[in-house]
């Protein structure tokens, strides 16, 4: 009898543990994006430099995370890919505070990508261990949940920081060591992860195979994943506009931004509840991921179109650009642990991931 039959609810409480691990390095992520579009532009970057950096960032952390969940899979060593990607915020972010050029805030928030692009599908595989007894749309939405209050807290930390040490490149420093915290209480918690739960796999009472192939399921998925990527613009460029066009201040920044998450995190529960009911039932619970993509379709005229004198169509766009995020990183993960083999999982999210990139 395994582990997780003798001590029922041990895969809940392993869930929870590890999205107190996306809590913190989220507070930590979130809080330094929230401040990377304000602090270039400080620091006399173009849009075209900010759409650089934020680009070159993002295509770091998906272009590799198909690499590191093959490895994943095939070394089993998740905790230890897991604990590398994480440490990177541990390094990168802190040292924002003494980057004296945009180039070398380039360089930093790259790194802090690749270590994205390593634990991501360790982190995503380790959470779907656990989603045939807690429930796929359960697992993943406590996940995004807590990982939004992290991409809550974040932001207001830097407002926060902001407000007392000043909108200058010396508050933006601040902001960023202070954000180092977050980031080793996030090792901190997934050593002890780590140990209490050695074997992760044990969790799985699923009768999916080990080994097995990517189906066609998966792959027509992935068509649709793509088609979502193009229209979802990243926030960095987001953020340019709505400050240089007056929309918001750069205090409001990391305000509006945290608001966003929030809101995320409240509809991945509920898309997550609503995956799990729908799977209950034998419906298709992919229905899920498209009724939130397509709430959210319309967030990009909403935010682009306004100014100084309509700050709520900004807002109303921001918050259907976190609809589609809330599908994306919930229900939209919960259903790649439904229908591809344990043992490709890896492999799975980190295709997912590059194609989403």
């Known amino acids: 009898m395994s582990d997780a039959d003798v001590q029922p609810g041990r ?6 543990l590890l999205g107190w691990v996306s809590l913190f390095a989220d507070l930590c992520y979130e809080g330094m994006r929230s401040a990377i579009g ?3 532009a400080l620091m006399g970057a173009s849009a075209t430099a900010v759409g650089v950096v934020a680009g070159t960032g993002e295509a770091i ?13 095939r070394t089993g060593r998740y905790w230890t ?3 590398i990607g994480y440490s990177t915020n541990l390094i990168a972010v802190p040292l924002l505070a003494l980057a004296g050029s945009w180039p070398m805030v380039a360089a930093l928030v790259g790194l802090e990508r690749l270590g994205k692009a390593i634990r991501s599908p360790a982190k995503a595989t380790l959470t779907s261990f656990a989603a045939s007894d807690v429930g796929a749309g359960k697992a993943f939405a406590i996940s995004e949940a807590m990982d939004q209050v992290g991409g809550l807290l974040g932001p207001l930390v830097v407002a926060g920081v902001l407000a007392w040490r000043g909108e200058t490149l010396e508050g933006f420093a601040w902001a960023f060591v202070i954000l180092g915290v977050p980031a080793m209480i996030t090792i901190a918690v997934l050593l002890r992860a780590r140990h209490l739960y050695p074997d992760p796999r044990s969790l799985d009472k699923s009768d999916q195979s080990d080994q097995g192939e990517l189906g066609m399921s998966y792959r027509l998925y992935l068509v649709g994943v793509a088609l979502i990527a193009i229209g979802l613009a990243d926030w960095p460029l987001l953020s340019y506009h709505l ?3 007056g929309v918001l201040s750069t205090q409001w920044l990391p305000v509006a931004y945290a ?8 509809a991945a529960i509920a898309a997550g509840t609503a995956f799990d009911r729908r799977r209950a039932k034998g419906r298709n619970p992919g229905a899920v991921v498209a009724l939130f993509v397509l709430a959210g379709a319309g967030y990009a005229p909403l935010i682009l179109s306004s100014d100084a004198s309509s700050p709520f169509l900004a807002i109303a766009g921001i918050a259907m650009w ?3 995020l809330a599908a994306t990183e919930s229900v939209g993960k919960a259903l790649i642990a439904t229908i591809v083999p344990r043992g490709e999982r890896g492999r799975a999210y980190g295709l997912y991931y590059l194609v989403w990139g």
């Open 322 to 324: 976190a609809l589609t």
């Open 81 to 83: 890919l897991a604990i």
């Open 259 to 266: 608001a966003a998450m929030g809101f995320d995190g409240v």
């Open 38 to 40: 304000p602090y270039l």
């Open 243 to 245: 400050q240089k066009e």
């Open 11 to 16: 895969a809940k409480r392993f869930v929870i």
């Open 61 to 73: 952390g998906y272009a590799l995370r198909y690499v590191s969940g093959a490895l994943a899979d």
